[in-house]
Each structure stands twice: as C-alpha cells, then as structure tokens.
C-alpha cells in the first residue's frame, strides 16, 4: 500500500490544490486556476480554527486533498458535527487506495474532536464516488439540496 502524508495546506499549496479541484469532468467547469480569489479564499480558511484544508503528500507531490469542517449546533444535545468537502485524488493515481487514506483520516479526525456524525454530500452523477464513500462505512440517508447562487 502507498502510504501518504497527511498535513494541513500551506498557502504555497494553493495552485495544485486547485489544478486538482480543476481536473476533474464537474470541476472542469466550475473552476478558473489562476484566479486570486483563491488566496483570499485560503487566508480566510487558514485563520478559522473549524476548518482543516488537509493535502495527502507523496514523495514530496501533492496527491490528493479534502476540507474538513467542523459545525457546532444544538441538536442531538449540542453536537459537534463534522463535514467534508471538495475530495480529490490527483487523476492520474485514482483508484489505488489514496482517497480511502484521505476519507479514513478525516474521520478520525472528527472522532478525536468529539464529533457526533460525519456527513458529506457528492453529485448525484458520481456513481463511482457514491460506492467509495459507502464502501468506507457512509449512508445514503439524506437527499442533499442545494441552492446555488
Ligand atoms: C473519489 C476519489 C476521491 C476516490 O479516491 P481514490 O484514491 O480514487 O479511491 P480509492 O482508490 O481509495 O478507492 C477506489 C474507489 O473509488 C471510487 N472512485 C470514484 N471515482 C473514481 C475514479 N475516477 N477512478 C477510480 N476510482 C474512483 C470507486 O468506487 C473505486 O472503487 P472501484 O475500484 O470498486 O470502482 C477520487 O477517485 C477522485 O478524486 N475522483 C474524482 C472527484 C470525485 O469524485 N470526488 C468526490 C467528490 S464528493
């Protein structure tokens, strides 16, 4: 098994974080590499103690990332609850046990801070990614809805 590093992002990690939110048939369209609004986007992230943009490093490249949210709210009596978003492996090392790393590591993550659940939601077109994520214990319990603006 490859085995990664996993660490928070650096503002130097901006770039081929976004070259891999980019490669990616959804991302293609939605991201623009080079536009500064992702430094501003990486400070704000960067000085909030809830939120962990995590890199998986390996032989010095990075490989893979995901950001990790955690959300304090009243219910199920004051749970912490912890969100992931924005998974990906680089194109060219998909399907070898990368991604698994990553999603196993942001769950313990979330138990070690005390989280009461972990939740995620992925595009109902991504049949692949909706089996890696059951395969690594989620459910399909929820519909998700979003608004986009
Ligand atoms: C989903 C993703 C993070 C999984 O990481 P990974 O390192 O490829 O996953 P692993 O090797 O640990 O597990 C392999 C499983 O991932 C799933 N998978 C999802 N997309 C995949 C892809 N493009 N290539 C290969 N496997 C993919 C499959 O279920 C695969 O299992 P299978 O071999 O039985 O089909 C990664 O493939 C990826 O970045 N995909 C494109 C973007 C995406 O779908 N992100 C999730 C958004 S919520």
């Given at each position: 098994?490859?085995?990664?590093?996993?660490?928070?992002?650096?503002?130097?990690?901006?770039?081929?974080?976004?070259?891999?939110?980019?490669?990616?048939?959804?991302?293609?369209?939605?991201?623009?590499?080079?536009?500064?609004?992702?430094?501003?986007?990486?400070?704000?992230?960067?000085?909030?103690?809830?939120?962990?943009?995590?890199?998986?490093?390996?032989?010095?490249?990075?490989?893979?990332?995901?950001?990790?949210?955690?959300?304090?709210?009243?219910?199920?009596?004051?749970?912490?609850?912890?969100?992931?978003?924005?998974?990906?492996?680089?194109?060219?090392?998909?399907?070898?046990?990368?991604?698994?790393?990553?999603?196993?590591?942001?769950?313990?993550?979330?138990?070690?801070?005390?989280?009461?659940?972990?939740?995620?939601?992925t595009?109902?077109?991504?049949?692949?990614a909706h089996r890696f994520y059951e395969r690594l214990g989620f459910q399909a319990?929820?519909?998700?809805?979003?608004?986009?603006?």
């Amino acid at each position: 098994m490859t085995v990664i590093i996993i660490r928070p992002a650096r503002s130097a990690d901006v770039e081929d974080i976004v070259a891999m939110l980019a490669d990616d048939p959804l991302g293609a369209s939605r991201e623009r590499p080079g536009d500064p609004r992702y430094a501003e986007a990486f400070a704000e992230l960067d000085a909030d103690p809830r939120q962990v943009l995590a890199v998986a490093e390996l032989d010095g490249e990075l490989v893979g990332t995901l950001q990790l949210t955690f959300i304090p709210g009243l219910s199920r009596v004051g749970a912490t609850r912890a969100l992931i978003e924005a998974v990906r492996v680089r194109s060219d090392l998909r399907g070898g046990g990368l991604g698994k790393q990553l999603v196993e590591w942001a769950i313990d993550e979330a138990k070690q801070a005390g989280c009461a659940l972990i939740q995620l939601t992925t595009d109902a077109s991504r049949a692949k990614a909706h089996r890696f994520y059951e395969r690594l214990g989620f459910q399909a319990s929820h519909v998700g809805m979003k608004l986009v603006f």
